[in-house]
Each structure stands twice: as structure tokens, then as C-alpha cells.
């Protein structure tokens, strides 16, 4: 069993940065594959990026590739989201997922899943 706890969201101009964090729970962290997912309303859950659990392989979507960053660091059982250039169509609720399948880019590849937190992008 996981826990995923994510921090970080808020309001943010066009153009500007956020670090979201997702704290997991449990011993198991660093044998998981992490990802971030988004959903604004009205449209469904989508892929934004994943590391594998030995951090040494990413992928991204193609909408964020260049402008975000996934990290992880296993000793704090912490993922993190590093959004630069951030732009109106990033406002979503971010969700950090857990799961076993390195390269897993659909929902359904991840068992666990945080609560959210919202990111707001005006123009």
C-alpha cells in the first residue's frame, strides 16, 4: 500500500514557475514507477510525465517536453514536477501516481494515486 500526498499548486502567472512534490508513504517508494497526471474540467485524465523507479529513465508528454521536469528522490520518498514557461492551457488538477510498469503512460498503469493539487495558470 502507497500513500501519495501532493503539494505545491496555486496561482501563477503566464510565463512563470511552480515545483509541485508528491510524499509517499511506505518502505517500497524507490521499486515504483512515478507519474503526474492532469485533468482540467471537463476533460479526461492525461499523461504529463513518469520516472522509473531507478530515476535514470523519463518520458513526457509531448504538450510539456522542454518546459517540464520529473525528478525523484528515493532516500525522501518524494517525486517532484519542476513546470517552467507555464502557460493557460497547463491549468488542471496535477495528481502524482504510483505504479510497476516503467514507460506506463496510461491511467490504468498506476495503482495508486494522490488526491491532487489544483494549478491555475492566468494569462
Known amino acids: 500500500q502507497v500513500q501519495l500526498v501532493e503539494s505545491g499548486g496555486g496561482l501563477v502567472q503566464a510565463g512563470g514557475s511552480l515545483r509541485l512534490s508528491c510524499a509517499a508513504s511506505?518502505?517500497?517508494?524507490?521499486?515504483?514507477?512515478m507519474g503526474w497526471f492532469r485533468q482540467a474540467p471537463g476533460k479526461e485524465r492525461e499523461f504529463v510525465a513518469a520516472i522509473c523507479s531507478s530515476g535514470r529513465q523519463t518520458y513526457y508528454a509531448d504538450s510539456v517536453k522542454g518546459r517540464f521536469t520529473i525528478s525523484r528522490d528515493n532516500a525522501k520518498n518524494t517525486v517532484y514536477l519542476q513546470m517552467n514557461s507555464l502557460k493557460p492551457d497547463d491549468t488542471a488538477v496535477y495528481h502524482c501516481?504510483?505504479?510497476?510498469?516503467?514507460?506506463?503512460?496510461?491511467?490504468?498503469?498506476?495503482?495508486?494515486w494522490g488526491q491532487g493539487t489544483q494549478v491555475t495558470v492566468s494569462s
Open positions: 511506505g518502505r517500497t517508494f524507490s521499486s515504483y514507477t
Open positions: 501516481a504510483a505504479g510497476r510498469s516503467c514507460g506506463g503512460l496510461r491511467p490504468y498503469d498506476y495503482n495508486y
